[in-house]
């Protein structure tokens, strides 16, 4: 786009295409023509023009019978990426690519702030160029007002030869290209596109790019990449394009360094258009690619055309088409692209004075960028901070804003979504993008369907699905008409969540139509899997996907979006058996958990949240599901975690921020290196429950993602946040706008509040263990009783179940829930400590703690289980020593080394299969307390049994 295809044939002194086939390659030439007048050429999209290479490639495949080598000059080397990454390296022998950038982040024209650049170009996108296209002759007026000194100079060197017409004609098939017939129209949905998906969102880097409704990274890149760089090209810095290197991580890279601008990669002149750095981004974009680099000392132009391009860059061309045939040798100007970031591919340029005040100038501008480069870096940290608080400001105040009967839901913000950008990605699921107009239309449809089986407004409806864009929907649908989802868990007692809930309809996805279906009185719909005709279990006319959406006429009660922040919205349901509980959550609380979880992890429209926990589990409710949605964010759902897969994941859905419950993310920890992981897009682990070791190892591996962690009360709307990594295992400071909470004293052996003399209860203070209790509102709807009169006359707390402690800097500490502690002869013990002393170990992979009866005794001994990191070992002095560091416990009784430690389906650590086995049997990794001296011994069997 914005250059014709002659510039690979400018004239016969320079054209590549005649000095490849004198090296014995074989060129092609991909012309897109010119889009002004090619028939809807100027309706073309980036999607049309990737399709367009990649059927190039399948053309010159069938025609040579041999894989194709693919390249491409700036944009066009761009469009090379996308192609062998869309055909996942199909029939493509190797990427050449001439000043292409990756991290388009460091190419910001006019030295703009990343930040400025990013919400220009989506304001751009969505507001103007989707209709308007840019005519060639704005293209060429802003090359040259990002090189006016050279432009100038041209013109000068041109009116000083006019009496030298021998030299004029040298140049002047080159003159006229850059004068003015090299230059075409840029299609407006195709710029559009461009810019919303590459410089507002950085998908070349960072992954999760969209063609044709099929999610693509150049982490797929598998095939080699010679990269031609120019030193001094300020438009793809060497840097952003050497990115691919991080974006590829499968490819071979190599480099090509040319001393030229952007023009002179191609047709001479210094490069201000592709500065390496973001041309270098290849490393980070594909680092499993072999990534070589050919570095000029040229321009953007100089790259590909001049006298450069005719005497290095294309007879190095041909040389590294024939050493990928087996047919010679590496070319020697062509170096491997080293791993390091450090590393510095770039030659010190000479000689500055002949390239004249515009090279000077970026040589002084780059000797200024490296003197000051550590300093930048501390003041882009605090710039960061800075927009980062200032752009969560709204969201803070909206929601601070909320009252009862404020109109809020989940639907209401989906339909946001749809109006701020219809053709923006809104839903990712198995490696497909949904957009924003996409999605409200099939909830559009959802709820006609749900009209048309009489589901009407404050209905409590049953959702028994797994994770699939239909569960979205259908939530949301619910949502839209103002009736409450009561989501059933598959793998819990559904019958008795059905009763509990008060449901009379249920509506199941295919594969969950079998456990639906033999539940009573309860009528049975499913929803999902496409409208043919199937055998599901149930009849034919419980079938939803057969409803005509066109033909259900919407009744006069109908309003879209009813719900108001005190009606209640889901219903959710913890715990098993006897203890199953259900939570009723209204709009309001879970619009607190969606703003609440956006603004602490400032997610922004260039964000994509990952995450595994289906629907019907609190946190991917709340947290993933809201977070998203209420930060612009895209939502990436997966149905499992593999740790053997997450980082290919990851790279395809551009995930930048990624969820957790409990010790989900311990196996990726323990993985062998991946080679996705290196140079990785995510910059935060969001969720609840991962204990204090694992949170290190986590922050230690993935550096510089970090843990952002949440504690969140079943009932009440008590929100924790830990928005700092300096105090691992803590859980932070209250949400604002979210319940006020306070720790009261509490005594764990009579279960009851400690109270004064006046009757109400007793504020602890820094560092004191007691119950955290949360404040009540008159309008949520609580499954349990609030107390009275706690801390004033008629105020209503609610206890979470939860000891806390607070530190003097006001930071809440998570002690243990009240069903975990441990009442031993000495008194309460909490597991809580122990599990996190234990867990700091370098030794310990993981640990709990659990109270057991103690033979002839109504008290338990305190025993404390680990599992060892591989290749570790642990001794009684180490266990010792960690306890000695706890103030908060007393110690346990027994430590025993396990094989594994059980956990639930959603990773939380569970005691009761240890509990069960009983007290552990003398042996190895087997210690008991010395109660003198607070010393770990091997135990005993007297120790044994206490």
Known sequence: MMLASEIYDVSPATSAVTILRHNGVDPWVVDFGAPEREEGGLERTLTDHVLAVSDAVDRVHADTGRDVHLGGYSQGGMFCYQTAAYRRNADVGSLITFGSPVDTRLAMPFGLPEQVAAGAAGLLADSVLGRVAVPAWVSRTGFRLLDPVKSLRSRIEFILQLQDREALLAREGQRRFLEDEGWVAWPGPALAEFLRQ??????????????????????????????????????????????????????????????????????????????????????????????????????????????????????????????????????????????????????????????????????GVGIARSAVGTARRAVRTVEGLTREAASQLPRLARLEQIQPGTRISLGLLVEERRRRGRDETLFLFEDRAYTAGETNERIDNVVRGLISIGIRRGEHVGVLMGTRPS??????????????????????????????????????DPERASLAAGLGDVHTFVLGGGGGPRRLGVPMTADMEQIDPDRVALPKWYRPDPGRASDTAFILFTGEGERIRLSRITNGRWAMSAFGTASSAALSEGDTLYSVTPPYHPSGLMMSIGGAIAGGARLAMATEFDPATFWEEVRRYGVTVASYTWTLLHDLAEAPPHPGERHHPVRLFIGSGMPRGLWRRVERRFAPARVLEFYASTEAGAILVNLSSAKQGSMGRPLPGSAEVRIAAYDVESAQLVLAQDGLAIECGADEIGMLMARVQAYEPLSSVPLRGIFAREDAWLLTGDLFRRDSDGDHWRIDNVADVIHTSDGPVFAGPIRDALGDLPAVDLAVAYGVRAPESEHELAIAAVTLRAGQELDGSDIAAALAASPNTAPPDIVHVVE??????????????????????????????????GDYRPATAEAAVG
């Open 198 to 363: 590459f410089i507002a969102h950085n998908r070349m880097l960072e992954g999760g790019f969209v063609i044709e409704d099929r999610l693509v990274t150049l982490a797929d890149i598998a095939c080699p990449i010679l990269s031609v760089v120019g030193s001094v090209d300020e438009i793809a810095p060497a840097p952003g394009v050497r990115a691919i290197r991080q974006a590829a991580p499968r490819a071979d890279v190599y480099e090509l360094c040319l001393q030229a601008g952007h023009f002179g990669l191609v047709v001479g002149s210094n490069d201000e258009i592709a500065p390496a750095p973001g041309v270098r981004a290849i490393r980070q974009a594909a680092p499993r690619a072999d990534v070589y680099e050919l570095c000029l000392q040229a321009g953007h132009f100089g790259l590909v055309v001049g006298s450069k391009s005719n005497t290095i860059t294309w007879p190095t061309v041909a040389q590294w088409a024939h050493w990928r045939a087996g047919e010679g040798e590496l070319p020697a100007d062509v170096s491997r692209v080293p791993d390091d970031d450090s590393a510095e591919l770039v030659p010190k340029v000479r000689n500055r004075l002949g390239y004249g005040l515009e090279l000077a100038g970026g040589v």
């Open 471 to 508: 569960a979205l929907a259908l939530m949301v649908a619910i949502s839209r008409i103002g009736a409450v989802s009561v989501l059933l868990r598959p793998d819990g007692d559904v019958a008795r969540e059905l009763e509990l809930g008060q449901v009379s309809r249920i509506i199941t």
């Open 900 to 933: 594994r430690i059980p956990v639930t389906t959603w990773f939380r650590p569970i005691t009761g299969p240890l509990r069960e086995a009983g007290i552990p049997d003398p042996g190895p990794g087997v210690w008991s307390l010395d109660p003198e001296t």
